[in-house]
């Protein structure tokens, strides 16, 4: 990616909040979320081998994932990493990198066929500040362009639906936490307030104004797109919505599911281990465990497939 520079906001923002956020959530919950590994020197993002090392540098596959999701286009599997972007095609169990990039993308949606929006790192290579902003791919992740906050932030909570898109970051300047709500696909952002720094975020599927959200602490509720916020009941963890159910998993690996929006919670069933990623395609959910495993579940999270190895 080179910088072509979008304008769409006045945000500065580091890596330093979320990561501060997940480093605190490990130890509330003894680490559910995955942190960046190996960092440039002051914290500037991952430390990716120069493009000319690449060559003596074994890849190291899609580990320490960040996010997940399905591409339209082909139904492939796209799996968003520390060292890059990856993805495993239907029928096949095997991950291959997208391009030579090893861009650390810590925020990651599907918006449309070949059409991804992230936050992150660059690729040492790139000529481009060390905080990505929003930045878009048109080409399945062969290539990003900066769409806003070039330099000012770093989402690791990232998600969106429509032309609505949600982050959660942290100030450049005040290295304070923002959560930002756009209402033209990223262009544009407006402040809104937290309930506590966040871990995950889903959005319901027939309304992209209602939201609930995981704090370090615990789950909230807004139905005016962050405006205002209740809590609800059940533990912190990571979020999916699938058409017509919310869920949720713990560190423990335990599944949680919700048919009231948040209000009450069941358990189903468990991924087998602690998660560092969850997503919803549909109706099927999509796992990442932390050694890069990907699993799928088509029922309600009741069994599990591997979708997807390292």
């Known amino acids: 990616m080179r910088a072509r520079v979008a304008t769409g906001g006045r945000m500065r923002t580091v890596d330093a909040v979320r990561r501060a956020a997940a480093a605190a959530f490990a130890v509330a919950l003894l680490a559910m979320a995955a942190g960046c590994g190996d960092e440039r020197p002051g914290g500037e ?23 997940l999701g399905i591409n339209p286009k082909d139904g492939a599997l796209v799996i968003a990493t520390h060292s890059g972007l990856f993805r495993s095609p239907p029928g096949s169990t095997r991950a291959e990198r997208i391009g030579d990039s090893f861009q650390d993308t810590m925020g990651f949606t599907v918006v449309g066929p070949d059409h991804f929006l992230g936050s992150g790192h660059p690729d040492l290579s790139d000529d481009l500040p060390p905080y990505l902003g929003l930045i878009e791919s048109r080409d399945g992740g062969r290539s990003w ?8 932030v770093d989402f690791h909570v990232l998600e969106a639906r429509g032309d609505r898109v949600y982050g959660f970051g942290s100030d450049f300047e005040t290295r304070t936490a923002r959560f930002l709500v756009s209402d033209d696909g990223g262009r544009n952002w407006s ?23 995981s704090g370090e602490r615990g789950l909230h ?5 962050g405006r205002s916020w209740r809590p609800l009941t059940g533990k912190p963890g990571l979020l999916a919505w699938t058409e017509d159910r919310l869920f949720a998993v713990g560190l423990d690996g335990r599944l949680r599911v919700s048919t009231s929006a948040g209000r009450d919670w069941r358990e189903t069933g468990g991924v087998g281990e602690s998660p560092a990623a969850l997503e919803a395609a549909g109706d099927t959910l999509l796992v990442a465990l932390h050694d890069g495993t990907v699993k799928q579940s088509r029922d309600g999270g009741r069994s599990w497939t591997i979708r997807s190895r390292p």
Do not use: M, N
């Open 45 to 67: 993002g991952p430390a990716a081998p120069p493009a000319g090392d690449r060559a003596a540098v074994e890849d190291p596959g899609p580990v320490h994932v960040h996010g």
């Open 145 to 152: 362009t900066p769409r806003s906050l070039l330099g000012r």
């Open 191 to 213: 402040r809104r307030e937290a309930p506590e720094s966040l871990i995950a975020l889903a959005i319901d599927p027939r309304d992209a104004r209602a939201i609930v959200v």
């Open 221 to 225: 509720r807004s139905d005016d797109a």
